[in-house]
T-cell receptor
Framework: AQSVTQLGSHVSVSEGALVLLRCNYS??????LFWYVQYPNKGLQLLLK??????LVKGINGFEAEFKKSETSFHLTKPSAHMSDAAEYFC????????????FGTGTKLQVIP | EAGVTQFPSHSVIEKGQTVTLRCDPI?????LYWYRRVMGKEIKFLLH????????ESGMPNNRFLAERTGGTYSTLKVQPAELEDSGVYFC?????????????FGQGTRLTVV
């Protein structure tokens, strides 16, 4: 069985501040981990993915995430928030095969305050 | 290149009625997935097609839901009869082939409201 827990359904940061969105996973086998973003009225877009290569993964729009096995975490960070980062972010887990039967977290809405 | 498109974007129906959602995957993508997000909850897997065959339908909630993908192109998801708890956003995704390097592309979803 696999699952992800996203801490905080809503996160607010000031423009230019650090963005930190938390995700912890549970998986009985080595996981593949993803972060997706959904902008208003848009579909889900893949931000980045971890597939057992480098533990620090860089994604689009300046986001990155670090896989920490000892902490079972895959937190998403960005050094400086931009107004355009306001969206809902989903952490997700799968296992071998990558994209089949992805299990998503409940999502975190990021608000960026000017 | 066109992305995954879903129709309609919104649907409001009464309890007991029938609704059909449609998903057009990216051309050439053999894999098609349906997911659902009930308000405030996580996005949950419903089923997976490989071409016209159902590879995995373990996430389908009950037999009021019927998914088809005739000819291996577009897919429909029919809910008959709809119940209040069926309200939510239904996402479709497609990918080119199995494997960890094949990204699944998502549509913008159909928001279904059952009243």
């Amino acid at each position: 069985a696999q699952s992800v827990t996203q801490l905080g359904s809503h996160v607010s940061v000031s423009e230019g501040a650090l963005v930190l969105l938390r995700c912890n996973y549970s998986s009985s086998v080595p996981p593949y981990l993803f972060w997706y973003v959904q902008y208003p009225n848009k579909g889900l877009q893949l931000l980045l993915k971890y597939t057992s290569a480098a533990t620090l993964v860089k994604g689009i729009n300046g986001f990155e995430a670090e896989f920490k096995k000892s902490e079972t975490s895959f937190h998403l960070t960005k050094p400086s928030a931009h107004m355009s980062d306001a969206a809902e972010y989903f952490c997700a887990v799968s296992f071998f095969g990558g994209y089949q039967k992805v299990t998503f977290g409940t999502g975190t809405k990021l608000q960026v305050i000017p | 290149e066109a992305g995954v498109t879903q129709f309609p974007s919104h649907s409001v129906i009464e309890k007991g009625q029938t609704v059909t959602l449609r998903c057009d995957p990216i051309s050439g993508h053999d894999n098609l997935y349906w997911y659902r997000r009930v308000m405030g909850k996580e996005i949950k897997f419903l089923l997976h097609f490989v071409k016209e065959s159902k590879q995995d339908e373990s996430g389908m909630p009950n037999n009021r839901f019927l998914a088809e993908r005739t000819g291996g192109t577009y897919s429909t998801l029919k809910v008959q009869p709809a119940e209040l708890e069926d309200s939510g956003v239904y996402f479709c995704a497609s990918s080119q082939s199995k494997g960890l390097n094949t990204e699944a592309f998502f549509g913008q979803g159909t928001r279904l409201t059952v009243v």
